[in-house]
């Protein structure tokens, strides 16, 4: 079993059920259309870098090579928002996908 960030446990202990639920809201909507996993995974990466949350950033970089993103398509993903979000705003999202990607 993969150690769950220490917030996650605490917000699984105590509202489970709420979690839960989100997961399975989660699982609907990846169910509802065509896309693939990686292809879901990059969006969520890139949403969770738009919003500057860098546990979330770290998250969806995990899932994204679960799901068979490579690094330079991570990589990629996040430079993209460039013209979106803002530099300063993809280049933290850079550096926390770095932290993970480096530490493969």
Known sequence: MKKLP??????????GKVLDAHQQLGQMLADAGPLDAKQIELIKLA???????????????KRA?????????IYHTLILLISTVGFPTAAAALSWAREILEDK
Do not use: C, I, M
């Open 6 to 15: 220490p917030n996650y446990r605490w917000l699984t202990e105590k509202f």
């Open 47 to 61: 949403a969770a870098a738009a919003t500057q949350s860098e546990g979330s950033v770290h998250s969806h970089t």
């Open 65 to 73: 090579l679960q799901a068979g993103a490579s690094p330079d398509e």
